[in-house]
């Protein structure tokens, strides 16, 4: 148990569906974090929010929607998703941003695969 | 651009013998580092932090060197245990970013 809660742990989806990923975490963290990781790829950060804000977007297509009501919950909204979105994603969060206190704490992560 | 290196091909050693993994990058002047621990199907755990000017940090069996001349990092484990098999990342940030860029990892297999 890592304190951080991602459900579902897998999911199937067409590509004219909609479905969101969603994640929790008990820890009292400020910043949560979605990350990317596909096979033999580094993980790929996604986007960061930060006392619920969103301070990055890194590049990421507007087929991703992430939505943080508060500093526990985060989620990413899945449309028009295309098979090689298919990976698995995964959320974290940390104490600050940077330096010690900026280690992150990841949940198990959600496998999407994208038929 | 920013390249951090690990060594794809995994590390197959001995129970009871030192693993050493690598991390080099380039383009990057990093002011921490840190190493993680995954398994497979599973999130990444943390292990260590390093900052750039600390040359060494242990913790229990876990050894980390960090040299910004030579621009690589070392993650040790003495004693090995099969235990320890697992894919093993290294992260690289920036000073006073969230921005964490992450290694492709190398896998450790620990044999009995």
């Known amino acids: 148990e890592t304190g951080v809660t991602q459900t579902p742990r897998h999911l199937v989806m067409g590509m004219t569906n909609k479905k969101s990923l969603k994640c929790e975490q008990h820890l009292g963290h400020n910043a949560m974090y979605w990350y990317k990781q596909s096979a033999k790829k580094p993980l790929e950060l996604m986007f960061v929010?930060?006392?619920?804000?969103?301070?990055e977007n890194n590049s990421v297509p507007s087929r991703f929607s992430p939505e943080c009501p508060n500093s526990s919950h985060l989620f990413l909204h899945l449309h028009t998703l295309q098979p090689e979105d298919s990976a698995l994603y995964l959320c974290?969060?940390?104490?600050?941003?940077?330096?010690?206190?900026?280690?992150?704490?990841f949940g198990e992560g959600s496998r999407l695969t994208v038929l | 651009s920013q390249k951090i290196e690990q060594n794809s091909e995994a590390l197959n050693i001995q129970e009871g013998k030192t693993a050493t993994l690598t991390c080099n990058y380039t383009?990057?002047?990093?002011?921490?580092l840190q190493w993680y621990r995954q398994d497979p199907g599973r999130g990444p755990v943390f292990l260590l932090l390093?900052?750039?000017?600390?040359k060494e940090k242990r913790k229990e069996r876990l050894k980390v060197t960090f040299d910004t001349t030579l621009k690589q990092s070392l993650f040790h484990i003495t004693a090995s245990q099969p235990a320890d098999s697992a894919t093993y990342l290294c992260a690289l940030q920036a000073d006073s970013s969230y921005k964490l860029i992450f290694g492709s990892g190398t896998r450790l297999l620990v044999r009995p």
């Open positions: 974290a969060s940390s104490q600050g941003q940077g330096g010690e206190g900026g280690e992150l704490f």
């Open positions: 390093i900052r750039e000017n600390e």
């Open positions: 929010y930060n006392f619920k804000e969103q301070t």
């Open positions: 383009n990057y002047s990093p002011a921490y």
